[in-house]
């Protein structure tokens, strides 16, 4: 069965102590948004030339932000609301605006589209962070403008951010897949595969329906985010006790972000010094109402990892990133959204935290209990807090407190967006990096979002 994606009310969370309200994606498709008709007849008085199509694309990215009512959309005399809409550019380069431009950043996110300009143009609600909010703001544009009396394919935009995209961002990368039942050395039955530079071709308006919003449809109900933090009050580097299934205890941390995937360090998988897997128990914890942790063992099918991660002698950090895919159905834990930060979510000292099993936690509690010593003070999830410090085209810094154990952790954001002047505000959390050590790693660029959900491999 498909899984849901869920999304906290940040309104709701405020009077629901412990308890988030959430949207049931599994229940939006395109026939269950209210106030779709009339966005489709919106859409034809506009002169779209394929207003079902259309309204089943933007439906599909409604759904993708947890929304489940066009309403407000459409409303001529809703004034646009959202931060930076009118700086909505024409990211395809194709002389219009409309709802492919939205798609854009969809598609970027899913590693499938590089962008040739600067980032900051996706960035819509200029939080620092490109994630799947920008795309719902470039949506809320377009039909908001066609609300207004502006005609399809005369919408304005304007003009690209000065900058460049990142030298990084369509480095063509070679990855390891290493199945677990070939035990701890290499095997001659690894798979070398390499994720190249080419770009995706974004669907015309006339193949949505038939192609791409049927394919995305699936995909986001195959996506689970799961917002089940308790409401423990938290300090900067101070560690927090949490509740919250969506990261995986291995000989490390790991956040889950798929249906069947685990991202991780490379360095949990692979030891550089042995030349060997490394292989451990990997486990998921859910807590009971009393705060005990109860451990769910998972099956490996196989390891993936940079090819350079093992084979370079000097730049492999940041190739410190792995996938662990299990046979296990990890739906019920929820998962976490990427995001591409931007370098300004360093001076603009962008605040992060961390999610992790350190060994340190809590090292002061000895409980009888039947798991091997060295696991009693890795069965808590905890919480550290902190702003980002630093920035390159490959890492980010932050101050928030990690410790042995924490390698691998999501290194995570929270972003939020509000759709018209009355609706609840949304709240998620993005995985910005991937913490390899000291509140560091590598963060998230177009290869690791290909590695991540564009890999015919996994
Ligand atoms: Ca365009
Ligand atoms: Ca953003």
């Given at each position: 069965?498909?899984?849901?994606?869920?999304?906290?009310?940040?309104?709701?969370?405020?009077?629901?102590?412990?308890?988030?309200?959430?949207?049931?994606?599994?229940?939006?498709?395109?026939?269950?948004?209210?106030?779709?008709?009339?966005?489709?007849?919106?859409?034809?008085?506009?002169?779209?030339?394929?207003?079902?199509?259309?309204?089943?694309?933007?439906?599909?990215?409604?759904?993708?932000?947890?929304?489940?009512?066009?309403?407000?959309?459409?409303?001529?005399?809703?004034?646009?609301?959202?931060?930076?809409?009118?700086?909505?550019?024409?990211?395809?380069?194709?002389?219009?605006?409309?709802?492919?431009?939205?798609?854009?950043?969809?598609?970027?996110?899913?590693g499938?589209?590089?962008?040739?300009?600067?980032?900051?143009?996706?960035?819509?609600?200029?939080?620092?962070?490109?994630?799947?909010?920008?795309?719902?703001?470039?949506?809320?544009?377009?039909?908001?403008?066609?609300?207004?009396?502006?005609?399809?394919?005369?919408?304005?935009?304007?003009?690209?951010?000065?900058?460049?995209?990142?030298?990084?961002?369509?480095e063509s990368r070679t990855y390891i897949k290493h199945a677990a039942a070939d035990g701890v050395n290499p095997s001659s039955n690894d798979v070398f595969y390499t994720l190249g530079t080419s770009?995706?071709?974004?669907?015309?308006?006339?193949?949505?329906?038939?192609?791409?919003?049927?394919?995305?449809?699936?995909?986001?109900?195959?996506?689970?985010?799961?917002?089940?933090?308790?409401?423990?009050?938290?300090?900067?580097?101070?560690?927090?006790?949490?509740?919250?299934?969506?990261?995986?205890?291995?000989?490390?941390?790991?956040?889950?972000i798929g249906?069947h995937i685990i991202l991780t360090n490379a360095h949990c998988v692979y030891n550089r010094?042995?030349g060997n897997y490394v292989y451990?128990?990997y486990?998921?914890?859910?807590?009971?109402?009393?705060?005990?942790?109860?451990?769910?063992?998972?099956s490996v099918v196989s390891y993936h990892i940079p090819e350079l991660y093992v084979s370079s002698?000097?730049?492999y950090?940041?190739y410190d990133y792995a996938l662990v895919v299990v046979s296990?159905?990890?739906?019920?834990?929820?998962?976490?959204?990427?995001?591409?930060?931007?370098?300004?979510?360093?001076?603009?000292?962008?605040?992060?935290?961390?999610?992790?099993?350190?060994?340190?936690?809590?090292?002061?509690?000895?409980?009888?209990?039947?798991?091997?010593?060295?696991?009693?003070?890795?069965?808590?999830?905890?919480?550290?807090?902190?702003?980002?410090?630093?920035?390159?085209?490959?890492?980010?810094?932050?101050?928030?407190?990690?410790?042995?154990?924490?390698?691998?952790?999501?290194?995570?954001?929270?972003?939020?967006?509000?759709?018209?002047?009355?609706?609840?505000?949304?709240?998620?959390?993005?995985?910005?990096?991937?913490?390899?050590?000291?509140?560091?790693?590598?963060?998230?660029?177009?290869p690791i979002l290909r590695f991540c959900f564009d890999n015919p491999f996994l």
């Amino acid at each position: 069965m498909k899984k849901l994606r869920l999304i906290s009310l940040l309104a709701a969370a405020a009077v629901t102590q412990g308890l988030c309200t959430a949207v049931n994606a599994e229940n939006l498709n395109t026939a269950q948004i209210r106030g779709k008709d009339a966005l489709t007849a919106l859409l034809s008085s506009a002169g779209a030339a394929d207003p079902d199509a259309e309204t089943a694309q933007i439906c599909a990215i409604l759904s993708q932000a947890g929304i489940d009512d066009v309403s407000s959309l459409i409303n001529p005399g809703t004034p646009l609301t959202s931060v930076g809409q009118s700086d909505c550019k024409d990211l395809n380069d194709d002389g219009v605006f409309d709802a492919v431009d939205s798609m854009y950043i969809l598609h970027f996110l899913q590693g499938k589209k590089n962008y040739q300009h600067a980032y900051s143009d996706m960035d819509a609600n200029h939080d620092d962070i490109i994630d799947q909010t920008d795309a719902y703001c470039y949506t809320e544009y377009y039909v908001k403008m066609l609300a207004l009396g502006y005609s399809s394919g005369n919408i304005p935009y304007s003009a690209h951010n000065t900058g460049s995209a990142p030298t990084v961002a369509s480095e063509s990368r070679t990855y390891i897949k290493h199945a677990a039942a070939d035990g701890v050395n290499p095997s001659s039955n690894d798979v070398f595969y390499t994720l190249g530079t080419s770009n995706y071709a974004i669907p015309t308006p006339s193949d949505w329906f038939a192609t791409y919003a049927t394919e995305f449809l699936e995909s986001i109900n195959e996506t689970s985010s799961n917002d089940s933090e308790s409401d423990i009050q938290t300090r900067t580097n101070d560690y927090t006790v949490i509740q919250d299934s969506r990261v995986i205890r291995s000989n490390g941390t790991g956040a889950i972000i798929g249906e069947h995937i685990i991202l991780t360090n490379a360095h949990c998988v692979y030891n550089r010094d042995t030349g060997n897997y490394v292989y451990t128990d990997y486990c998921a914890f859910t807590y009971s109402s009393d705060n005990k942790p109860i451990r769910h063992d998972l099956s490996v099918v196989s390891y993936h990892i940079p090819e350079l991660y093992v084979s370079s002698t000097t730049g492999y950090i940041q190739y410190d990133y792995a996938l662990v895919v299990v046979s296990d159905d990890l739906s019920d834990y929820g998962s976490f959204t990427l995001g591409a930060p931007l370098d300004t979510a360093y001076s603009h000292q962008k605040e992060v935290y961390i999610e992790s099993f350190p060994q340190e936690y809590p090292c002061y509690t000895v409980e009888p209990d039947d798991y091997p010593v060295n696991w009693r003070y890795r069965k808590y999830l905890v919480k550290s807090e902190g702003y980002i410090t630093g920035a390159d085209e490959e890492f980010i810094w932050s101050n928030a407190r990690t410790a042995n154990g924490s390698s691998g952790a999501p290194i995570l954001c929270s972003t939020s967006y509000q759709s018209g002047s009355h609706q609840p505000i949304y709240s998620y959390d993005v995985q910005i990096a991937i913490m390899r050590g000291s509140g560091f790693g590598p963060r998230i660029i177009r290869p690791i979002l290909r590695f991540c959900f564009d890999n015919p491999f996994l």
